[in-house]
Nanobody, 120 residues
Framework: QVQLVESGGGLVQVGGSLRLSCAASGTMNSIDRMGWYRQAPGKQRELVATITTDDSADYFESVKGRFTISRDNAKSTWYLQMNSLKPEDTAIYYC??????????????WGQGTQVTVSS
């Protein structure tokens, strides 16, 4: 069983910062891609950022220059540093992992979600 546990959400004022973390545990061969998604009330879940094992990162256009994704492969942990937060960043943030199991099958796993609220 693979589990993703995330933390770091909270309430912050406009322009503030938060750092989210996600830790993966369980039996797996490798984590091929790590990422963060978010879902606001009444909206679909959307990709925020992803990172590969070679530190190649991609970002959703609206967060470029403000958010930074990073990882620690040895600890199976990744982070999302969020700066210059805006009210439109308010959402539940979910960490995500694309995992290759020891039978070489690939699966997607999700964290439980953490609430980020940006207010003025």
């Amino acid at each position: 069983q693979v589990q993703l546990v995330e933390s770091g959400g909270g309430l912050v004022q406009v322009g503030g910062s938060l750092r989210l973390s996600c830790a993966a545990s369980g039996t797996m061969n490798s984590i091929d891609r790590m990422g963060w998604y978010r879902q606001a009330p009444g909206k679909q879940r959307e990709l925020v950022a992803t990172i590969t094992t070679d530190d190649s990162a991609d970002y959703f256009e609206s967060v470029k220059g403000r958010f930074t994704i990073s990882r620690d492969n040895a600890k199976s942990t990744w982070y999302l540093q969020m700066n210059s937060l805006k009210p439109e960043d308010t959402a539940i943030y979910y960490c995500h992992a694309s995992v290759t199991m020891y039978n070489y099958r690939n699966f997607n796993f999700w964290g439980q979600g953490t609430q980020v609220t940006v207010s003025s």
